[in-house]
C-alpha cells in the first residue's frame, strides 16, 4: 500500500495488531508525516490495549479475544498478537483556533497526516445517502450533516464554558462518532453555534448487525 492510497479505515477493523495491513497503514501515515514515529505508546488492561500515535493523530483500541485478558502495563511484545483484535479507531484533528486566546487544554496528539478522511456509509432504506462522504480538516459540524444526515445520538455543550463537554454527535449505522472543537463546540449555546464548530476526534467502531 503506498502513502498516497485512499484508505477506507472501515476496513482495518477485526485485523491484528501486527498483520501485514495494519503495519502498512500506520508505516504510510509515518511517511506523510515526515517520517514521524510510528512505534505506539502502548496501554494494556485485562478488558482493552491501547496503541496510541500521537505524532500521526492517531489512536487504535484493540479487544482481547479467546478469553485472552491482558496484564496492565504490558509492552507491544509482550503482548498475544492473536488474541487481540481492532476494535475502534481515533482520529485526530488539532483545529487553527479562531482567537489569540491560549486553550484550556492542549491535546498530546498532532493532525492526521491524510488531508482528506473518506467515510464509507451504509445504505438505509428510505434515505437518500451518497455511499461515501469526505472529511477535510475544516469540515464542520453543518458539512457533517450535509454530507451524513441527522446522527441518530448527540450530546455535549452543555454548563458554563470554562468547564462544558464539547458538543458530538453519532452515527450508529455508520459506526462512526465525532467530536467538536473549538469554543463553538462548548458552553450553554453551543448547539447553535456547533454547525461553524470543526471536528477534533473521529471515532470508528464496529457496527452492530444484529
Not at 459506526?175 to 477534533?200: H, Y
Request: net charge negative; hydrophobic share 30%; glycine share 10%.
Amino acid at each position: 500500500m503506498s502513502a498516497t492510497d485512499t484508505v477506507d479505515v472501515k476496513q482495518l477493523l477485526g485485523l491484528r495488531p501486527f498483520s501485514e495491513q495494519l503495519s502498512g497503514y500506520v508505516s504510510s501515515l509515518s511517511a506523510l508525516a515526515s517520517n514521524a514515529s510510528s512505534a505506539p505508546e502502548v496501554k494494556s488492561y485485562p478488558d482493552a490495549v491501547y496503541f496510541n500515535y500521537f505524532p500521526l493523530g492517531l489512536s487504535l483500541l484493540f479487544k482481547p479475544v479467546n478469553g485472552y485478558k491482558p496484564k496492565t502495563g504490558l509492552t507491544c511484545k509482550e503482548l498475544n498478537d492473536e488474541d487481540l483484535i481492532l476494535d475502534g479507531i481515533d482520529i485526530y484533528n488539532v483545529p487553527t483556533p479562531k482567537s489569540s486566546a491560549p486553550t484550556k487544554s492542549k491535546s498530546p496528539y498532532s493532525t492526521y497526516p491524510i488531508d482528506t478522511v473518506t467515510l464509507h456509509l451504509a445504505s438505509i432504506e428510505g434515505k437518500a445517502r451518497q455511499p461515501a462522504t469526505e472529511i477535510k480538516r475544516d469540515t464542520t459540524g453543518k458539512d457533517f450533516v450535509l454530507g451524513m444526515g441527522e446522527p441518530d445520538r448527540k450530546g455535549g455543550g452543555a454548563g458554563p464554558s470554562s468547564g462544558s463537554i464539547g458538543i458530538w454527535c453519532e452515527w450508529s449505522k455508520d459506526g462512526v462518532m465525532v467530536e467538536f472543537g473549538g469554543e463553538e463546540s462548548r458552553g450553554p449555546q453551543a448547539w447553535e453555534r456547533g454547525k461553524d464548530a470543526v471536528w477534533k476526534v473521529i471515532s470508528i467502531f464496529p457496527v452492530d448487525s444484529s
